[in-house]
Each structure stands twice: as structure tokens, then as C-alpha cells.
């Protein structure tokens, strides 16, 4: 009864903003007052939802908010950041983080730069580690950052593919300290790679670009500049292969010694292709041990000096003998 | 100092003392009459004594009452000859032994059922102390039983809960990461996520708390699905409060 209760209180400020006789235009003084109400409504049901529908809950705001108009859409979204901000209780404050991170879709606001300014200053500030990890999360779900770039990414149509780069460097470069920074600035390179094989017009040049991302994304990560660096070794394999598309076997062997004689097996490379594709026959999916992944290229490549992408399915055989 | 006197005046009767001379010619063992000599009154005073010494002795001993009973007896049989003596009711040695028997039997007899009933009220008080004595025992052994029992169950409800995610192959699941609703809303377990654990301090829970695996989407390849996990199986531990969770996803070995 106490779960139903407060779901379906969910719904209230939904149908009142649709329904209601204020659902005016956005200029207007009174429809600006309705998504405050609507959200302020809104998170008091969300917070007031037991633990086990809390979930379920925050998905049901943004169907809610999925239904509206655009404008009214990025208004609540809107509301939800002004919310935020003023918020004094650390649990409210969570919540509309959460609740953000769990947005189905990015999302956006009138002022979504200042918006992402404003949190990622606040995630810099803070102390609190849940606090922290849940403003990040509500960052990395922002319009035309992480999330937003990793869905591109994952597409297999080339309008969204060629979009991900920046998102993902915009993440990379703005909010370094964020946790999502380093995956964000590792996936520019094979992100730049993807947008190549699907054919994009700018052709090889875009290879040139990956590897600037690859050889960026490597230096900022020796240097710190990253919290973490899970994806390092991976950079050197990746960076290296990019050699085999432009046929500069020499470079591969280059990149490939270098992370050999960087990485142990206690390093971890994951690889889900070698090279973009859509063959399910060449997905590999598995973290390999570094310095194993190194050494089996190297010697893949000496026994075969002229290979390209073209061999990755011998490649990924010779790969595939390291489980 | 009465009976001292009365006794005073049969020692000075010559007829009692040459009377009693004639008894003692005829019979040596028992005389006819009995003479009330200063010597007998000290003796019969020493007895009573002896006995009031004993009946004290004896009360103060719970567990004597049949011989305290006795010693009252006898010590009444002693006083109520000594009266009689002394009031010469007493003039041969064979009245005054039949008379103390009597009066012995009669004692007996009059105050049989109150010792009995005193007895038996004692037994019970004594069975009654006993029992209370045992409950009380038994009380204090279920008190710290209890107590011992509250402060386990204390320890248990207030041990921070660690919970293990691991691959069904029982390798550390790094990308995952344990939620919970506390006090202060929606938080992140402390973790380790190279060992694959996770802690959830008892402090921070609410009380109707839930708690939940997810995969950390920061930790995850942008290739993988970042969705729900599944639990291919689990081992709950009450001491220490552990919860290891296999967890499996689609792709994930």
C-alpha cells in the first residue's frame, strides 16, 4: 500500500503539469514556476519511496519526463540541476544526483554548461565519497559528454558513430578528475578508428587523428592527469594497431615492443575486436594479460611482415591461444 | 531462689531425712521416699541447664528437630517433677518415676501433633526456600543467558555487512559496485575492488534498507553492457556477516 502509494504520487505532479490549465508556453511567468513544482513534487515522492522501488521509481520520472514536449523536457531537467544546487540535505542531494546518473537518455538543460561546470566543481569540492561518486555519475550522463559518447560509439550507423569523438574528448579535456575521464580519453582513439572503418568521408586522415588521441590520451595518462589508468596498456595495443591500417608494420613492432617491455601479465588488456566490425565471428570480449598480448602480436607479425587489418581474423586465432 | 528455699526447708525436716534412711535400708536401689537435699536441687538445676543448653544447642542445629523436640520433653518432664517435688507432691521415688513418665508421655502426647505440624510446616518452608533458592538460580543463570544471547545478537546486527562479488570462476568481479539506502539516501559501498569486496557499515544503513550490485558503468569497457548483473549463485556467513555473490552477465565469463 506505502509503495503504491507514493509511486502513483509520482505520477501526480506528471499530470498536473500535462493536464493542468498552466501548461502554458515556456516564456510565460507561470509555466516556469510548473516544472519547479513538478520536480519539487517529484523528488519529495521519490524520496519518500521505499529502498526496494526506489529504482523503479527514478525510471518512472523519466518516462514522465520522456512524454513532454522538448522545451518542457529540458525545463524539468532544468529545474532537477536548480534543485540540486539549492539543495541543504545531503540525501536530497543524492537523490537528484542519482536520479540524473539514471536518466535513460542524456540529459540537457537550458544552461547544461554551466550545469556540468556547476557539478563537476561540486564533485571537486566534496569530500564525501558517495557524494562524490553520485555527482559524477549525474556529470557522465550529461548531454554530449560520456555516456552520450559511449551510446555513439556503440551504434552501428555512421551519423552517430562520427559524433562520439568529441563528446568523449570533451569529457576527457573539461572534467580530467572525473572518474569516466580516463575511459572517455581512451575511447577517443578507437572511437576516431570506428568512424574510419564505417567509411566516414575524412577518410585516412582520421587514423591520423586516432593516433593523436591514442599517443594524447597515453601521455595525460603518465602523467597523472587521469584518477586512474585502467586502460593504459590497452592505449599501447591500440595505438599499435593502427599501424596495421595505414600499413606501417614497422610502427606496430614499434608500439608493440614498447608495451611489451612496459607491461606484466598482472596488466590487463580488454579487447572486444581487434578492429571495429560487425562479424560477430571476430568478437573476442575477455581481458588478456598485457605482456602475453605484446609478445603474440609480435610474433604474429614477424611471421607475417605484410599484415594488415585485413588478417585480423588470423591475428585474433593467434590472440584467442592466450586464454 | 523459691524452689531454693522450699528446698532449704525439706533438707531441714528430720522426719524426711530419717524417713528417707528407712527406704534406702529397705530397698538400695530405689528409695521409698526422696528428700529434696541442696545437692539434688543443684543437680536438678545443672540438668535443667544442661538441657536448656541442649535444647539451644539443638535449635540452633535446623536439621535436629526430633532430638530439640526430645530435650523440650524431658526438660518439661524435669521441671514439672521439680515443681512437683518441690511442692511435695513427690514422696516416694516410685511416684515420682511413675509420675515423670506420666508427665513425660502426657508431654509427648499434648504437644505431638503441633511438633508434627510444626515439622511438617518446617519441611515445607524448608522445600519453599529451597525452590526459591533454585529458582533464583535458575533466574540468574536465565538473566545472563539472556543477556549473553542479547549481546550476540547485538554483535550480529551491528557487524558491518561485507559482501563479495566474484565471477562464477570466482575471480574478483571488479566492474562491480554494491549500493545501499542509508540514512543519507542512495551510497556506494566502500570497496576494493582488485580483492572484490565490499563493506557496508552497519551505522549507515536505514531500516528499511536495500541493497544492491550493480556494475560500476566507469569501470566497465564501453562495449560491454553496463545493465543489471545476474547471481549465478551465493554464500550468506552470519560470523563474520558475509554475503559472497557470483555474478554473471551476458558476455561476462
Known amino acids: 500500500m506505502r509503495k503504491a502509494g507514493w509511486i502513483s504520487l509520482l505520477a501526480l505532479p506528471f499530470f498536473s503539469l500535462i493536464a493542468g490549465p498552466d501548461i502554458a508556453p515556456a516564456q510565460s511567468g507561470s509555466a516556469i514556476a510548473l516544472p519547479d513544482g513538478f520536480t519539487n513534487l517529484s523528488v519529495t515522492a521519490l524520496l519518500a519511496t521505499g529502498p526496494d522501488d526506489r529504482r523503479g521509481a527514478r525510471a518512472m520520472f523519466w518516462e514522465q519526463v520522456a512524454l513532454l514536449p522538448p522545451n518542457a523536457r529540458m525545463r ?24 540524473l546518473g539514471s536518466a535513460g537518455a542524456p540529459w540537457t538543460t537550458p544552461t547544461l554548461n554551466a ?5 563537476y566543481s561540486a564533485y571537486r569540492q566534496t569530500n564525501n565519497e558517495n557524494m562524490k561518486a553520485m555527482l559524477d555519475y549525474a556529470l557522465q550522463n550529461a548531454a554530449g559528454l560520456y555516456r552520450d559518447g559511449i551510446h ?10 562520427a559524433q562520439a569523438p568529441a563528446k568523449l574528448a570533451a569529457m576527457a579535456d573539461k572534467f580530467p578528475k572525473s572518474r569516466y575521464a580516463e575511459n572517455a580519453g581512451f575511447y577517443v582513439g578507437p572511437a576516431l578508428v570506428k568512424t574510419y572503418l564505417f567509411k566516414d568521408s575524412r577518410g585516412i586522415a582520421l587514423i591520423n587523428d586516432a593516433n593523436a588521441a591514442f599517443e594524447r590520451y597515453i601521455k595525460r595518462t603518465e602523467n597523472d592527469e587521469f584518477t586512474k589508468r585502467e586502460y593504459l596498456a590497452a592505449g599501447y595495443f591500440f595505438r599499435a594497431l593502427d599501424g596495421l591500417i595505414t600499413g606501417n608494420v614497422a610502427e606496430t613492432k614499434d608500439w608493440l615492443n614498447r608495451g611489451l617491455s612496459k607491461f606484466t601479465d598482472d596488466d590487463k588488456i580488454y579487447i572486444y575486436q581487434l578492429f571495429p566490425s560487425p562479424d560477430p565471428a571476430l568478437v573476442l570480449d575477455d ?12 610474433r ?24 | 531462689m523459691k524452689a531454693g528455699k522450699l528446698s532449704n526447708k525439706h ?16 530397698s538400695p536401689l530405689i ?3 526422696l528428700s529434696y537435699t541442696q545437692l539434688e536441687f543443684i543437680a536438678i538445676l545443672a540438668l535443667i541447664g544442661i538441657f536448656i543448653l541442649l535444647f539451644v544447642w539443638f535449635t540452633l542445629q535446623n536439621d535436629q528437630r526430633i532430638f530439640q523436640y526430645y530435650i523440650f520433653a524431658v526438660m518439661t518432664t524435669l521441671v514439672f517433677s521439680g515443681v512437683l517435688k518441690a511442692v511435695g507432691a513427690y514422696r516416694r521415688a516410685g511416684i515420682a518415676l511413675g509420675g515423670s513418665i506420666v508427665i513425660f508421655a502426657a508431654v509427648l502426647y499434648i504437644t505431638k501433633d503441633t511438633f508434627e505440624k510444626d515439622a511438617a510446616r518446617q519441611d515445607t518452608i524448608a522445600k519453599l526456600q529451597s525452590t526459591i533458592a533454585r529458582q533464583k538460580t535458575d533466574n540468574k543463570e536465565l538473566t545472563d543467558d ?12 551491528n557487524q558491518n555487512i561485507k559482501i563479495f562479488t566474484y565471477r562464477p570462476n570466482g575471480k574478483p568481479m571488479q566492474e562491480a559496485q554494491v549500493k545501499y539506502l542509508g540514512e543519507h539516501g542512495e551510497l556506494i559501498a566502500h570497496s576494493e575492488s582488485n580483492a572484490g569486496w565490499h563493506i557496508i557499515p552497519y551505522k549507515d544503513l536505514a531500516d528499511d534498507t536495500a541493497i544492491w550490485v550493480t556494475v560500476d558503468p566507469a569501470s566497465v569497457p564501453a562495449e560491454r553492457r553496463t545493465g543489471d548483473i545476474g547471481i549465478d549463485r551465493f554464500i550468506y556467513k552470519i560470523k563474520p556477516l558475509e554475503l559472497k555473490l557470483y555474478l554473471r552477465d551476458k558476455g561476462w565469463r
Not at chain 1, 152 to 161: E, G, M, S
Not at chain 2, 11 to 24: Q, V
Not at chain 2, 146 to 157: G, I
Request: aromatic share 4%; hydrophobic share 40%.
Open chain 1, 76 to 99: 524539468v531537467t532544468g529545474s532537477l540541476v536548480k534543485m540540486l544546487k539549492a539543495a541543504s540535505e545531503q540525501r536530497q542531494k543524492i537523490e537528484i544526483a542519482a536520479t
Open chain 1, 115 to 119: 550545469d556540468v561546470t556547476w557539478i
Open chain 1, 152 to 161: 555513439d560509439y556503440n551504434t552501428d550507423k555512421l551519423a552517430r558513430v
Open chain 1, 287 to 298: 581481458f588478456l594479460p598485457a605482456h602475453k598480448v605484446f609478445a603474440t602480436t609480435l
Open chain 1, 300 to 323: 604474429f607479425l614477424n611471421a607475417h611482415p605484410n599484415a594488415s587489418d585485413k588478417d585480423q581474423t588470423q591475428l585474433l586465432a593467434a590472440i584467442r591461444t592466450i586464454r
Open chain 2, 11 to 26: 533438707t531441714k525436716a528430720p522426719t524426711h531425712s530419717s524417713a528417707g534412711k528407712k527406704i534406702a535400708e529397705r
Open chain 2, 31 to 33: 528409695p521409698k521416699t
Open chain 2, 146 to 157: 539472556l543477556a549473553s544471547a542479547n549481546r550476540k545478537v547485538a554483535n550480529l546486527l
